[in-house]
């Protein structure tokens, strides 16, 4: 057991590009969570799997944001046209079922 | 009403000390508690898990819930300086799939 990993790290971009961020979570765990945070906050849902199914999305998820599991394992989100304010510490989650849930150790995204 | 509610802190107490970190809820079909640990700068780390009104003990932490009173705390006894952190708690509404529903989080800070 590794852990949940994702990629890359940081991330600075210019306003109006588009980003891709990587999940791959625990390997025997078939639900995978994505989650915001920005500073002095808690995190806020975003998105989740269950195998490959993308079974709930957030009002937060804007239509610039888009979510893929493709073979229920790893996971990418991608924002596209970035705006100012979707700089924040992005988080991948998974867990088996409904248990307990496993955090990696996130993606800073930071646009200028 | 927030969904989850803590104390934004800090709060400080002394090494040696026992550090109560409070919680409410306004769900009252939320079904699990979790509390996290979050250094600054990284991805939040789970503590504890709590399901059942009453305590649970692991190691120096306690979780207590109340689900009449719409209440969770997180109890550290003989508090150490490296539990300085922000903690989180976070619950999971009843049928939504697992996503789990954060409060702001309370900064504890230890003194030596």
């Known amino acids: 057991d590794t852990g949940v990993s994702q990629d890359p790290r940081h991330k600075i971009t210019k306003r109006g590009q588009n980003v891709t961020f990587r999940c791959d979570p625990i390997?025997?765990?078939?639900?995978l969570y994505w989650y915001r945070q920005t500073l002095g906050q808690g995190p806020e849902f975003l998105t989740y799997?269950?195998?490959?199914?993308?079974?709930?999305k957030s009002r937060l998820l804007s239509d610039r944001f888009s979510a893929e599991r493709p073979k229920g394992s790893f996971s990418t989100l991608e924002i596209q046209r970035t705006e100012q304010g979707d700089s924040a510490m992005y988080l991948c989650a998974s867990s088996f079922g409904n248990h307990e849930q496993y955090f990696g150790p996130g993606t800073r995204l930071t646009v200028t | 009403q927030k969904e989850v509610e803590q104390n934004s802190g800090p709060l400080s107490v002394p090494e040696g000390a026992i550090a109560s970190l409070n919680c409410t809820y306004s769900?009252?079909?939320?079904?699990?508690f979790f509390w996290y640990r979050q250094y600054s700068g990284k991805s939040p780390e789970l503590i504890m898990s709590i399901y059942s009104n009453g305590d649970k003990e692991d190691g120096r932490f306690t979780a207590q819930l109340n689900k009449a009173s719409q209440y969770v705390s997180l109890l550290i006894r003989d508090s150490q300086p490296s539990d300085s952190a922000t903690y989180l708690c976070?619950?999971?509404?009843?049928?939504?799939?697992?996503?789990?529903?954060f409060g702001q989080g309370t900064e504890l800070s230890v003194k030596p």
């Open positions: 799997f269950q195998n490959e199914a993308q079974l709930e």
């Open positions: 390997s025997e765990h078939n639900r």
């Open positions: 769900d009252r079909g939320s079904q699990s």
């Open positions: 976070a619950r999971v509404p009843y049928n939504q799939g697992g996503k789990l529903i």
